[in-house]
């Protein structure tokens, strides 16, 4: 690599670029260059979402990321979803913008705090929310989104002993729906942690017409205030149909941008994370973490074919397998 030492960072390449650099035209001509796709979450910032071939959810990612015939990858969003990329596609380049975009949630379970769960619950299968690792995926049966775990959960037979985790608020949710009684890792998502009932009843009060949407991540409290429930795919698809014009939306603030895109006609409140003596907290929820990807490091990483996600080959062989029955199921 052709890079001076100062611009490559820990997990990343800061080069600068020439001033008045049209950086989306560019990654466009590098993707055309190079064979290559982006993929963005919804919770990235609107630039990215507006150069990206395709934006999605965690589990519509998975399946593109199944699909393509693209030479590489760019997955925009967080460290674990581009694992995710690698092991359904290991033929594939996959470049992650920034290998520090982490995820809290994973973060919240690792591989051998899970195995030695499981030694000590013998005869139990284990339900992995996808915002895990890939070591923690080898170590799963089945792995859900927020958007599939109902009817993936559904299939499974009735007496079947599970596991689920990390996320104790979607699990929670899952069991008091289907009846489950699984037993519950106790991680959570650091951004849908912070809603507070607070701040949605002053914002129901401020706008009394408005539909309240929560995502799955969301404390059960939340989950109660919310008119509608799921994923971050399940509240865009319901605002895009609904002829409601107000929208009290929780859960990661990148996701409005599409759905004002998409609903210019209406009308999307995020919910603050906490309330302030003055009132209503910042006005907005974010994961600094997807906002860690930017076009500059999307130009430097398609340029120079670096940072690059790699999988150990015997990791790799386990933990697709998970995966690959979800999209089965779902």
């Avoid at 560019?26 to 982006?38: M, P, S, T, W």
Wanted: with cysteine; hydrophobic share 40%; net charge negative.
């Amino acid at each position: 690599m052709k890079l001076k030492k100062v611009w490559i960072k820990q997990g990343y390449i800061d080069e600068p670029v020439a001033e008045g650099t049209d950086l989306k035209k560019e990654i466009r001509r590098l993707c055309d260059e190079k064979g290559a796709i982006i993929l963005a979450h919804y919770y990235t910032i609107g630039d990215i979402q507006d150069i990206a071939d395709f934006v999605g959810d965690s589990l519509a990612l998975a399946r593109k990321a199944a699909e393509t015939d693209a030479k590489v990858m760019v997955m925009c969003g967080v460290h674990f979803m581009a694992e995710t990329c690698k092991l359904l596609s290991p033929d594939k380049v996959v470049l992650c913008p920034d290998l520090n975009a982490g995820c809290s949630l994973a973060d919240s379970c690792k591989a051998e705090d899970l195995k030695k769960y499981k030694d000590e619950h013998p005869g139990y299968q284990v339900v992995s929310y996808v915002n895990t690792t890939a070591a923690v995926k080898a170590l799963t049966d089945v792995v859900v989104t927020s958007g599939n775990a109902k009817k993936v959960i559904d299939q499974l037979p009735e007496d079947a002993k599970l596991i689920f985790g990390p996320d104790y608020n979607l699990g929670n949710y899952i069991n008091e729906v289907t009846g489950r009684k699984m037993l519950l890792w106790n991680g959570g998502c650091h951004v849908h942690e912070r809603f507070s009932i607070d701040s949605i009843i002053a914002l129901k009060k401020e706008y009394p017409e408005a539909v309240v949407m929560a995502h799955l991540e969301c404390k059960g409290p939340v989950l109660a205030l919310a008119d509608v429930k799921g994923s971050t795919a399940t509240m865009l698809n319901y605002a895009q149909q609904s002829d409601k014009k107000q929208f009290i939306v929780a859960t990661e603030a990148g996701i409005l941008h599409e759905m004002q895109r998409t609903c210019p006609d209406k009308e999307f409140i995020p919910v603050p994370p906490e309330i302030s003596e003055g009132g209503l907290g910042c006005s907005c929820n974010e994961c600094q973490y997807m906002k860690m990807n930017t076009l500059l490091k999307i130009y430097n990483a398609l340029k120079y074919d670096w940072p690059s996600v790699e999988v150990d080959p015997e990791i790799a062989k386990e933990a697709v397998k998970p995966i690959e029955k979800m999209l089965a199921l779902s």
